[in-house]
């Protein structure tokens, strides 16, 4: 069954630094692959997504992930983060259950930007 | 243009008590779906609607009823609430046919439950 894993549920990061937030995929077949960022007292928004296309894939808000096959990852970064990048960030991948393909979630991972 | 407008944004309930959370999009998607947002477990899809005239469940439906009244609005009824569905509830939608990937979401409705 596909699943993700975020490493770390909290990141903290001073301004200007590099962003990195890792998800490792489990899937056997080739996946689907998401990252959303949730502001407070918001819904999601899609940062980007993987679709067996390119393996480095560019989203909004400066933001980028690379696939890795061999790593089974799909870690987003921003090589110089902003305060307005305090969000939690959720990485999310296609799964087949039941018949039909659903979005699975990880539990998340809350970046913290430091002045 | 307001994308996705779920209401109420909070409500307290009694254990017991029913209650429809409403969902509308504008932007002429044809699935929507409904996610339930706890501590540490991310998002769970609790129903989506591939299209216009069906519903299908998703990963934690029990308890729970939706309505896909027509391709703007598509609701979610709690019966009889329970204590554990105190969560932040959240609509979504997405322009594809089939229900997989939702690319909109609304505000959430933040939903207690004594």
């Known amino acids: 069954a596909q699943s993700v894993t975020q490493l770390g549920s909290h990141v903290s990061v001073s301004e200007g630094a590099l962003v990195l937030l890792r998800c490792n995929y489990s899937s056997s077949v080739p996946p689907y692959l998401f990252w959303y960022v949730q502001y407070p007292n918001q819904g999601l928004q899609l940062l980007l997504k993987?679709?067996?296309?390119?393996?480095l894939v560019k989203g909004i808000n400066g933001f980028e992930a690379e696939f890795k096959k061999s790593e089974t990852s799909f870690h987003l970064t921003k090589p110089s983060a902003h305060m307005s990048d305090a969000a939690e960030y959720f990485c999310a991948v296609i799964a087949s259950s039941g018949g039909y393909n659903k979005l699975i979630f990880g539990a998340g991972t809350r970046l913290a930007v430091h002045p | 243009n307001a994308g996705v407008t779920q209401t109420p944004k909070f409500q307290v309930l009694k254990t017991g008590q029913s209650m429809t959370l409403q969902c509308a999009q504008d932007m002429n998607h044809n699935s929507m779906y409904w996610y339930r947002q706890d501590p540490g477990m991310g998002l769970r899809l609790i129903y989506y609607s591939a299209s216009e005239g069906t519903t299908d469940k998703g990963e934690v439906p029990n308890g729970y009823n939706v309505s896909r009244l027509n391709k703007r609005e598509f609701s979610l009824r709690l019966e009889s609430a329970a204590p554990s569905q105190t969560s932040v509830y959240f609509c979504?939608?997405?322009?594809?046919?089939?229900?997989?990937?939702?690319?909109?979401f609304g505000d959430g409705t933040r939903l207690s439950i004594l």
């Open positions: 993987y679709t067996s296309a390119a393996t």
């Open positions: 979504a939608s997405s322009e594809e046919t089939g229900g997989r990937q939702p690319q909109h």
